[in-house]
């Protein structure tokens, strides 16, 4: 063979390597530490100790309108739902986006528990293990908020890890 021939042979061989080692690298996801930091990130918003800027909506929301348990069902309903969009890996999610925190559940668990809902067990097995803290089942949660919407559209399909989490309420700018 020809030096031009071995030349390019080479440099195939370590253009392969390269994009071998950036593709591992890429799919590998984030690191032990990035995961690490955001939890801990997304722990301070859901206790309050860190905020993410104003939200209109939510401040109405959680405000007077909850306070004066003026939440509909349908409202109920859509709350968790668009809570749970920051936990959940799905094709496409509808609606407002709120941040989840541990006064914002307590106030729904209040709610709740003040009504009688058709599917008030529902929400509260929901909102009582979000308000401790275990999402673990974050995404059968939204599906069964989402079956009882009647949902065709959207379903979730797993969980989102922490650093994708922050992403996603960067992103979408939730609040």
């Not at 063979?1 to 994009?19: D, E, G, Q």
């Not at 990130?41 to 003026?70: P, R």
């Not at 409202?75 to 959940?88: P, R, Y």
């Not at 709740?112 to 089942?137: A, C, E, M, P």
């Amino acid at each position: 063979m020809t030096k031009k021939v071995l030349a390019i042979l080479a440099s195939s061989v370590v253009m392969m390597f390269i994009m071998g080692y950036g593709i591992s690298f890429f799919l590998a996801g984030p690191s032990n530490d990035e995961i690490d930091s955001a939890q801990a990130e997304i722990e301070e918003l859901f206790l309050g100790k860190k905020s993410l800027g104003h939200s209109v909506y939510s401040e109405e929301l959680f405000g007077t309108m909850a306070k004066d348990k003026l939440l509909s069902e349908e409202l109920i309903q859509d709350t968790i739902h668009w809570m749970s969009h920051q936990k959940i890996k799905a094709d496409q999610k509808w609606g407002h986006d709120i941040l989840i925190t541990q006064e914002r559940v307590g106030i729904l668990i209040e709610v709740v528990g003040k009504n009688n809902f058709s599917h008030s067990n529902t929400y509260l097995d929901i909102l009582n293990r979000w308000y401790v803290g275990d999402f673990s089942q974050a995404d059968k949660d939204h599906n069964a908020i989402w079956k009882i919407q009647n949902g065709n559209i959207g379903k979730a399909r797993g969980l989102l890890n922490a650093v994708e989490q922050l992403n996603y309420l960067e992103k979408n700018s939730v609040r």
